[in-house]
């Protein structure tokens, strides 16, 4: 080919940026702010939606959570200290009602069990059923059962093991004993001693379904848990004493959790600072009864765990940088001859902490470590695990981010939307390519939203934002509550594949195809060995522009497409031709 010979170059199929500052493809930006694919056309990029203010509370929000019930949505706020309810949802937020004060003030976390929607924030554990929000009252375990009024067993048998009938709830002080009366005796000894004070509870008991009350029909003998009736229940009657016996710290086991997730159908915790490594979990079917043996430690150390992620049929259990042993782990649902179902903990092979948090994110397991986006595969769970990276793309700008290690995550619209403060990073699991080693890589998007933001929520395709001054935001609009955004979307640094030549550009030829969005004020400017020149304002009435570019000997040219209103790209085209040597 002649070096005067015309050249053209189109720039389409759009994918992402890429800010690794490698030769950036010509279907990525190494310099683009506020687009994204919405994929209702597909090979367009345009300006992302804008954030209105649905409304401003007292304090800063630290959840949203939504609850249907008998075919109403409620919609709670976590408010400060405080659970509201937006009752008059889905139009702006008027109606406020209070559901219950005293709550932690961060960031909190919930799920629904069995139609009862459930609330922890560290130091709460509550429940509510659509009209009364209260504190979890934990199952009550009857921790021995068809015992002798002396406490042995009844059933004379080598085999028997029924000592013990339900391990104790450390949701819950009370316990029940069952007894079967003999007619003659009328002391009954408890499976524990030293109970609560009649202050802090009296002992009830039932015969035979007939209640017995303290100090009337019985007295209690507390540091011996000895119950002595005034008359003896009759022989083979029914006896259940119900009793309370505080344990220190059981009940903060679970209420100081920071971590939960549904898992094999029971609820897991973690994220206890006084149990760093632990991983507690409720019975089966019943988040209100948490074991005190149901535990579990993931390694010796005490790195904190961080994530918590139910996936390819185990849970996997992520924890913080640590330099002596493995940073993930696995519970397996395994079943015991003696204890039932149970969930021990394996360590992986990956010893890369996590420093933020992590998501099942289409059935791929990743996690945030100091280096981006990680994923842990492997071809089982019995396999050694492999790590593989996710945001090459963007790691050159998102690790470097104040608050990174804080980085709030929601799924919305096919993306990991990965918020920094006002930085969003938005993992595209639509588009995977494989890098130069062979690893899936998500392509990504950026963009900068107009004040910090502390929470992120999604609920059926609506994205909802909030931040600590109180203020409620939905993704919905053109602008950011009536502030234009600024977007642009710059193409590759390009040397028409002539990198030892200079290059002229051709002035006519050049057009873009554009999505018509009623934009007169769209700004195509070039960027010519890295400083911006010539900008021209077009209109995208006719669903495509025209551009004369006369830029001359330059040695690489990137287009720049630009506008504070909402534009959408297709494709771009540039041309020119190649003159002589580059000279010094």
Not at 12 to 30: E, L, Q
Not at 120 to 136: A, H, P, Q, R, S
Not at 543 to 552: A, N
């Amino acid at each position: 080919m002649a070096l005067d010979d015309l050249i053209t170059r189109k720039y389409t199929n759009f994918r992402g940026v890429d800010f690794s500052k490698n030769d950036t493809n010509y279907y990525r930006s190494p310099d683009a702010l506020n687009m994204w694919k919405t994929y209702k056309d597909s090979e367009c990029i345009e300006t992302r939606p804008g954030m209105t203010l649905l409304e401003t509370f007292d304090n800063e929000i630290f959840g949203l959570f939504f609850y249907t019930i008998n075919d109403y949505t409620h919609v709670l706020i976590h408010c400060g200290t405080k659970m509201l309810e937006w009752t008059n949802y889905p139009t702006t937020p008027k109606v406020i009602v209070e559901l219950f004060t005293g709550l932690n003030p961060k960031q909190s976390r919930s799920f629904v069990y069995d139609n009862i929607f459930f609330f922890m924030d560290g130091i709460n554990y509550l429940e509510y059923d659509g009209t009364t929000m209260k504190k979890v009252e934990g199952t009550i375990p009857i921790t021995s059962y068809m015992k002798n009024p002396d406490g042995s067993t009844t059933i004379d048998s080598d085999t028997d093991t029924d000592l013990v009938y339900q391990p104790v709830n450390v949701l819950s002080n009370f316990r029940k004993n069952m007894f079967i009366g003999d007619g003659e005796s009328t002391n009954y000894q408890l499976d524990t001693v030293e109970l609560d004070a009649l202050t802090i509870s009296p002992v009830s008991a039932t015969v035979d379904g007939v209640t017995k009350s303290e100090n009337i029909d019985f007295t209690v003998d507390r540091e011996k848990g000895i119950i002595t009736f005034n008359t003896a229940p009759s022989k083979e009657s029914e006896v259940i004493i119900t009793f309370s016996k505080t344990t220190q710290g059981y009940k903060e086991r679970i209420l100081n959790c920071k971590l939960s997730c549904e898992f094999d159908n029971r609820i897991f915790f973690s994220g206890n600072p006084d149990y760093p490594n632990a991983v507690f979990h409720c019975e089966l079917n019943d988040p209100r009864y948490v074991r005190d043996t149901a535990y579990y430690e993931c390694g010796l150390d005490l790195a904190n765990i961080k994530a918590i992620i139910p996936g390819n049929n185990v849970l996997w259990v992520i924890k913080e940088i640590n330099q002596n042993s493995s940073s993930v782990y696995y519970m397996s649902p395994t079943l015991d001859s003696t204890y039932g179902k149970i969930y021990p903990s394996v360590n992986g092979s990956v010893a890369l902490g996590c420093i933020s948090c992590g998501i099942n994110f289409n059935d791929d397991i990743v996690y945030f470590s100091r280096n981006g986006l990680e994923s842990i595969s492997s071809n089982s769970m019995y396999s050694e695990q492999i790590l593989q990276h996710r945001s090459s793309l963007v790691d050159n700008k998102m690790i470097h981010e104040t608050g990174y290690e804080d980085i709030k995550l929601a799924e919305y619209n096919g993306y990991l939307l990965c918020l920094v403060g006002s930085k969003m990073y938005l993992a595209d699991s639509r588009q995977i390519y494989q890098d130069s080693a062979g690893t899936p890589q998500y392509e990504w998007f950026y963009w900068e939203l107009p004040n910090n933001i502390t929470f992120i929520k999604e609920y059926r395709g609506e994205l909802y934002l909030g931040n600590a001054t109180g203020q409620l935001f939905k993704l919905v609009g053109n602008t950011d509550n009536g502030i234009d955004i600024q977007s642009y979307w710059t193409t590759y640094k390009d040397d028409f594949g002539y990198p030892s030549y200079t290059k002229t550009t051709n002035k006519r030829g050049n057009v873009a195809d554009l999505k018509p969005m009623e934009n007169n004020a769209i700004k195509v400017s070039t960027i010519v060995d890295g400083v911006e020149k010539e900008k021209t304002t077009l209109s995208d009435e006719k669903g495509y522009i025209t551009y004369r570019i006369k830029d001359k000997k330059f040695k690489d040219i990137q287009l720049k497409f630009s506008s504070n209103k909402p534009f959408g790209l297709f494709s771009a085209t540039l041309q020119g031709f190649v003159a002589g040597y580059i000279k010094r």
